[in-house]
Structures are given as structure tokens and as C-alpha cells.
């Protein structure tokens, strides 16, 4: 073999260079990924709501008189804290009072009156037995015995009807003082009045049926409250009454408090233009949260149907197509789709049962551009998690 000249080696070592520099100014750039440890903890199967819920209060009552008429006295203000039974209001009941009035008086009538009757009966009952005495000894006739039985059955009969006459009369104070009851608005539980509909000498009526009106009063319950919330009547499926949840709360930022399921609804809801949904009602843990909390705030809920602890994870916005990830080789700095067992997941980390080992750098931002299975790429951070 003829060895090649030191001439001819300058110029094949320009074409290697040159071979070696243009390969390396047309090859791809590496796509930049985010990458996060295959690694061990908590895992939880969980379902949320579809749309916001809200926490309400576990009994509030719209009031009204149970009759039309005008306010008299407005006893309370609104946002006032009341006791079971304090009045609230009153509508003028002058008349009905003076009917209470009357139907008493008529009842001491009818009493008196049945007293002299049966007073009458009495003596009328004693005269036929002294008749029917005599009668037997043949001091008095027979006629004059049987005259003095029917008379004593006649008074005792008319005992009996006075009788009558004063329940009735008893009967008519009752009914007078059920009517003078209703125009007394009274709380049935302990709360906060949460709106008032009306003013001193004002007039209210009662809802004529299937015609809606503002109740007067409308008292809140605020020592007791739970979330309703919308869930999809896929996950509805899932839940089980008992299961602990995670509430957020607008108001109170991140801060978190803890609840259960205490009621699933009997069927699904369908509002137009809306997924169908189940309400699903989540009473607070924590005696301690109800007094922070307000009738109407807005809420979440996370429902936690499983949980692992201690199992590998991976983060679930890396998963691809349910059972895929894309793993960043250091060594190669290559990508790798790679196909594992998942178990339980959530929005946040999902299970991994088999496939993948602790440690191993998987990509979390799948759906950038140029992410694909062998493509070149380089972590954000060279100190990759």
C-alpha cells in the first residue's frame, strides 16, 4: 500500500472539518424541555366539582305573616342576631284582639249559663227520684211519677247541649287567638336577618298561588353551614356518602378546610347549554370554620375518593395518552417515549405501578413544539430536578 503524501492529508483534514462543522450548524436544535423525578408519594384518586358551589347555611327561612295586612311594629334590623321565638314583627291587630275579647266574654256567658242548667238538671234528677219514691210507697200516682222522669231527662238534656255551648265558646277563643297569632311574625330558630322586605305602616300580602312574592323576612341559620356543589354525573358515579373532601374558598385564598359527604343527590340535573351535573352537599369538620364563613360564599370542593401513600409518582400534566411519558436521557440528552402501568391518578400526580424507576427524568411540558419520541433537547435548569 502506498502511503499518501503529506500534501494530499492537508487538504482531506480541511473536508473532515468542514464535513464535521456543516453537520453540526444544519443539525436540529434541542428542544427544551422541563423535567421532573420519578419519585415516591402520596397519590389520591379524587373528583371536583364542574362548577363553583356554594356554602349555604343548613336552614334559612323566608318569612311572611300567614295574612295580609300592615306593619305595625318592625322589631328587628337587618344583620341582627335573634332567638328562637323573639318577635319580628307585628301587623295591626286591633280588631282581631277586640274578636278575642268577644269570644271570651261569650264563653263566661255560655259557662254561666250551663252552670244554671245543670244546676236545674241536678234538682229536676233528685225531684224524680222523690217522685218515684212516693210513687212506690202509693203516696203519689204513677202519672205524676213518670212526669217527674221526663222532666229530669229534659233538663239533663239541656245540661248536656249548654254543655256544648260552652265548648263551642272555647272552641271560638281558640280559633280568635290562632287568627291573632298570625298576624305575629316570630323566629322559628336562632339567626342573623339577613333581609328585610318593608317598613313601619306598610302593607303585606301572602303569595296568591303559583305567584311569587319577597318574603318580609328572611333569616339565616349561621351556626351551621355546608357546601352544594355540581358534580358530573360521570363522577357523581364515584362518590359515596361519608368520603372526606377538601374545600377552597374564594375568599379565604389558598387556605383549606376539611369536610365529608353528607348528601348525594336523587338525580341528575339538566340545565340547558350545561353538562348534567349531581349536587353533592359536603358538611364542614371543623366546628372552629363555621363562624368564619358567610351564607353565599363561593366554594370548591375536592372529593377524595382513594388514597396511596409512599408509591412512585410522576406529575400527571406528563403523561401522554393515559400511559406514556417522555424521559430525558442526560447521558444522550435524547427523548424517549416510554410506556408505563399507571394506577391511581389525579390533576396533580398520577401512580406508577410498573414501567418507570425512581429517579428517572421525565418530561412535564409534553405539549411544547418539537417534544417527539428520540428528539435532541437540553433541560431549562442544567441542574435538572
Not at 456543516?22 to 422541563?34: C, M, Q
Request: proline content about 5%; glycine content about 6%.
Amino acid at each position: 500500500m502506498r502511503l499518501l503524501r503529506p500534501r494530499y492529508l492537508i487538504p482531506l483534514s480541511i473536508l473532515a472539518a468542514a464535513a464535521a462543522l456543516t453537520f453540526w450548524l444544519t443539525r436540529p436544535n434541542p428542544v427544551i424541555v422541563s423535567v421532573k423525578p420519578v419519585a415516591s408519594g402520596l397519590v389520591e384518586a379524587t373528583v371536583s366539582n364542574t362548577r363553583a358551589g356554594t356554602v349555604k347555611a343548613c336552614r334559612r327561612a323566608k318569612l311572611s305573616p300567614g295574612i295580609g295586612g300592615q306593619i305595625e311594629r318592625l322589631d328587628v334590623h337587618k344583620g341582627e342576631h335573634v332567638t328562637p321565638g323573639q318577635t319580628l314583627l307585628s301587623l295591626w291587630n286591633a280588631d282581631l284582639k277586640a274578636q278575642l275579647e268577644l269570644a271570651r266574654a261569650d264563653e263566661r256567658v255560655s259557662s254561666a249559663q250551663a252552670r244554671s242548667v245543670c244546676l236545674q238538671a241536678a234538682a229536676a234528677a233528685r225531684e224524680a227520684a222523690r217522685q218515684t219514691t212516693l210513687h212506690r210507697r202509693g203516696m203519689v200516682s204513677a202519672e205524676q211519677a213518670d212526669k217527674a222522669e221526663s222532666a229530669a231527662q229534659a233538663r239533663a238534656a239541656d245540661c248536656a247541649a249548654a254543655r256544648a255551648g260552652e265548648q263551642a265558646a272555647a272552641a271560638r277563643i281558640l280559633l280568635a287567638q290562632a287568627n291573632l297569632a298570625r298576624t305575629v311574625l316570630t323566629a322559628p330558630f336562632a339567626g342573623v336577618v339577613a333581609e328585610i322586605n318593608g317598613e313601619v305602616n306598610e302593607y303585606v300580602t301572602p303569595s296568591p298561588p303559583g305567584i311569587p312574592t319577597p318574603p318580609v323576612i328572611d333569616l339565616i341559620d349561621n351556626g351551621c353551614f355546608y357546601v352544594a356543589a355540581p358534580i358530573d354525573e360521570v363522577d357523581a358515579a364515584k362518590v359515596r356518602v361519608g368520603l372526606p373532601v377538601r374545600i377552597t374558598l374564594d375568599a379565604f385564598g389558598k387556605r383549606r378546610f376539611t369536610g365529608t359527604v353528607s348528601r348525594i343527590g336523587a338525580y341528575v340535573l339538566d340545565l340547558e347549554k350545561q353538562a348534567r351535573t349531581v349536587d353533592v352537599d359536603v358538611r364542614f369538620a371543623r366546628g372552629d370554620d363555621i363562624g368564619q364563613l358567610l351564607a353565599g360564599y363561593s366554594a370548591d370542593v375536592e372529593i377524595i375518593l382513594q388514597s396511596r401513600e409512599n408509591v412512585l409518582r410522576v406529575p400527571t400534566e406528563a403523561v401522554v395518552n393515559g400511559d406514556q411519558v417522555y424521559l430525558y436521557d442526560a447521558a444522550t440528552h435524547t427523548l424517549h417515549l416510554t410506556r408505563f402501568e399507571p394506577g391511581i391518578a389525579n390533576w396533580a400526580w398520577t401512580q406508577v405501578r410498573a414501567g418507570l424507576k425512581a429517579g428517572e427524568q421525565v418530561v412535564t411540558n409534553v405539549d411544547r413544539k418539537g417534544v417527539e419520541d428520540g428528539a435532541h433537547a437540553r433541560t431549562e435548569d442544567v441542574n435538572a430536578r
